[in-house]
């Protein structure tokens, strides 16, 4: 409609949000066409608000399918940019994105030092972004906070995030959160605390229909049922992982990327739970 009344400001920002819903879908040859489309509509003419935020979105589906090298290029492209013409939104929105890819390429200290440096200057932001922001940097820096062996001050961020999650219905991050506190009980080897989280994470995922969680939770709520001698059980929800990962490969457009997410060790971690629990349940 934006387009049909020639409101090229509406339809991109329109565009940008299609563009995520796509890759939360797990349509990314959808979601590649759209953000490369509203990239040329932007540079053509002159949206440097959205050139920022698509380019921060190619990231995200770049680190939603593994690719954090990928992924690291377009953020901190995009923070560069956000920073130089002094667009705040886009700037903060790709540090974030920064944080995790470094803590994913095997710098958690310095994905931390950034993401809470991120966080002082998040709390000051307005209104959607500031609890959008919070919820993102209380989820990435409870991951970070587990990569360094610290999971008291994880949880204290997981229960944080959990306050913004369910005040403002973001069913998405109420089921990261419950899989970030399923992740901790495992670590302690509670494991029914850890279940219960893990198949509330699990449901939500899939009755919002987001693959990437979706494999992820089932894979813990696997180890979680396997931590309790429940072997058949956690190799059927194991098997949910793997097919999850099936679907998404075949979805993936590019051949390079597709390799590259099922290289990705958290994925192969997925094939080699699945390998042992065929072969003892």
Known sequence: MAADIYDGVIELMNQGSRCLAHIGLGEYAEAITAIHD???KARDRDNTFILGRLTNTLGWLHQELGDFQGAVEYDCDSAELGQRVGISNVE????INLGFDYLHLGEPEK???LLENTFSRAEKGF???RWRWIMHLCAYIADALLALGDPDRALTQVERGFIEARATGSMKYVARFHALRGEIAL???QWSQAEADCREALRLARQISYPTLTWQAAHLLARSQA???NLE???ATIQLAGETIDAI???IPDPALRETFLAWPRVQAVCAEQDRLSRIS
């Open 233 to 235: 059980a956690a190799f």
């Open 227 to 229: 931590g309790q001698n």
């Open 111 to 113: 994905a931390l030092a």
């Open 92 to 95: 903060i929105s790709a540090l």
């Open 38 to 40: 509203g990239l040329t």
């Open 187 to 189: 670590a302690a080897r």
């Open 127 to 129: 209104g959607v972004h």
């Open 249 to 251: 490969a075949t979805r």
